[in-house]
């Protein structure tokens, strides 16, 4: 999980909505997000990507397998807030490639073991 000492979250603020999504890695409000951009701080590169359906998309599977991914923990994804309301949900795309890789290296095994 990412640590954010100078910006603490109020869990309860966020609590109906985050019950409705899969595990996030990471909780930010919109003036947290809008921070992290303004001072261009590395981490919105690490934890930017699509959302799960572009996710889906991507991976060429089910939203639905996305989110069963995310609870997993093999995929991240960071959620933004405005109060309770969910503004954007993001997939990683750092986590999408590795995802990737993990899907390739299976198949290879996969065939490796056939032969």
């Known amino acids: 999980m990412y640590h954010l000492p100078s910006m603490a979250l109020a869990a309860a603020s966020v609590a109906s909505t ?3 999504l899969p595990t996030v890695k990471l ?3 919109q003036n947290q997000w ?3 951009v303004e001072k261009g701080d590395p981490l919105v590169d690490k934890i930017t990507g699509p ?3 572009g996710a889906a998309t991507e991976l060429g599977v089910s939203r639905q397998r996305v989110h069963e991914l995310i609870r997993q923990g093999r995929l991240d994804a ?3 807030y405005k109060g309770r309301k ?3 949900y993001m997939v990683s795309q750092e986590s999408i490639e590795r995802q990737k890789k993990a899907r390739r290296q299976w198949f290879l095994d996969g065939l490796k073991a056939t032969l």
């Open 78 to 80: 960071t959620a933004v």
């Open 34 to 36: 809008d921070e992290l």
């Open 86 to 88: 969910l503004l954007f």
């Open 51 to 53: 959302s799960p359906g």
């Open 18 to 20: 985050s019950e409705m």
């Open 27 to 29: 909780k930010l409000t």
